[in-house]
């Protein structure tokens, strides 16, 4: 049993009482379906991404984040930087991500490594931070502040802020503008110095931009430029990990894709269904709905559980087993006009750094001695550390 997060109880083969259940603790909805989930995600005019709403005074920390948008403000941004993720611009990167993966693989000379940092986090961060426009070298500074973000172990309750809620609103908001304090002066000191000279790059594709004849605003850029940083790396640092993981612990399907190396998608999909890096996803109720034929009313926040509703036995059979020949019908990348922007290039980066750490490693596996840990943060399913031995 690996020690994920003790709240993921779908990762322990336990099933929900129910599959929509109002949490009288934490103040809002659990959605653990997955007829349920792609209900939700797939309505943004019943289920609204914009959550800030119940949150006023943390709004400028949502401005600029696709995320926490709805269309039609959401498509306009997204189509700012959806040209960087067309299929033809992803794949002429396959050359240089093959490049990355075996420099990275080079410096591991001893017979033991550990897949994330020599790897999996690098591989990714490296990727992005080009395409943004931002030294590659500050990788280091780059996993510190995402550390940061996701280093709360503790699950969200809108039951803190019932009393006195707009004074506790603002002290949380006053933490997590301090906590992002250091990326935010970088990003804000980067996108300043491309406005006096544009260069090849996202983050000066955005800086220039126009939505609706108007420039984006400082906080809009390092919003958007934040996000695209933190998910454009972490979503493959983690499937990466957790896919090696999942191969280690199922031997049988390991000497399959080691045998038949065209398996290796498969393999990324069903890891995304079997540990989805990112298990939760909020919304919020427009107005009274019915879901499962429970009752929800207006402006509730739902957390929808898409690593439950990955793991549900109406949508998959046997869904406690790591199956590689399984149909890719996963919430792993969501659903609906939020589907994941990056999942194409997260699926190449997995693809070649997999099939290139194969070839380098015939007898890749896992260190008895030292177990793999994983992220702290109960929204977070992925391997913080994987110590491997090589042979």
């Known amino acids: 049993m690996w020690d994920t997060h003790p709240q993921q109880f779908w990762l322990r083969g336990k099933r929900p009482d129910h599959v929509v259940e109002y949490d009288e603790n934490l103040g809002f909805w659990n959605v653990y379906g997955y007829p349920e989930a792609v209900e939700i995600l797939g309505d943004w005019g019943r289920f609204s991404s914009n959550i800030s709403r119940l949150f006023p005074a943390a709004e400028s920390l949502s401005e600029g984040d696709l995320l926490k948008m709805d269309p039609p403000t959401h498509r306009k941004l997204r189509r700012l930087v959806s040209h960087a993720f067309t299929p033809k611009v992803v794949a002429d990167l396959e050359p240089r991500i093959a490049e990355l993966t075996r420099e990275l693989l080079d410096t591991v000379t001893d017979n033991e490594f ?108 390092v919003n958007f430029t934040t996000l695209l940083l933190v998910a454009g790396h972490i ?27 065209g398996t290796i998608p498969s393999a990324i999909e069903e890891s995304l269904r079997f540990l989805s890096p990112f298990p939760a ?26 690593g439950a509703a990955n793991r549900d036995a109406r949508q998959f059979s046997d869904p406690d087993t790591f199956d590689i020949a399984r149909a890719p019908a996963h919430l ?44 702290p943060s109960p929204n977070l399913t992925g391997v913080q550390t994987l110590p491997l031995l090589t042979d």
């Open 235 to 261: 979503t493959t640092t983690m499937l990466l990990g957790n896919t090696v993981l999942c191969l280690d612990a199922n031997p049988d399907q390991s000497a399959k894709v080691r045998e038949n190396r």
């Open 332 to 375: 792993g990348f969501g659903r609906g006009v939020h589907f994941c922007l990056g999942a194409p290039l997260a699926r190449l980066e997995g693809r070649i750094a997999l099939d290139i750490l194969l070839d380098r490693f015939p007898r890749l596996r896992t260190d008895p001695d030292r177990r793999p840990t994983f992220m």
């Open 281 to 306: 996803v909020a919304r919020i109720t427009n107005k009274p709905e019915t879901v499962a034929g429970v009752e929800i009313p207006a402006d509730q926040l739902l957390m929808v559980w898409v």
């Open 114 to 221: 550990e897949l994330v940092r020599d790897l999996a986090y690098p591989l990714p961060v490296i990727v992005i931070a080009e395409l943004l426009g931002l030294p590659s070298s500050d990788r280091d500074l780059f996993k510190q502040w995402v550390d940061k973000i996701f280093e709360d172990t503790n699950q969200f309750s809108l039951k803190d802020f019932e009393d006195d809620g707009e004074a506790k609103q603002q002290e949380e908001l006053r933490k997590q503008l301090d906590d992002i304090a250091p990326m935010t002066d970088y990003l804000l000191e980067h996108a300043a110095e491309r406005r006096r000279s544009p260069r090849p790059g996202l983050l000066s594709d955005l800086v220039h931009a126009e939505v609706d004849g108007e420039r984006l605003s400082d906080t809009e850029v």
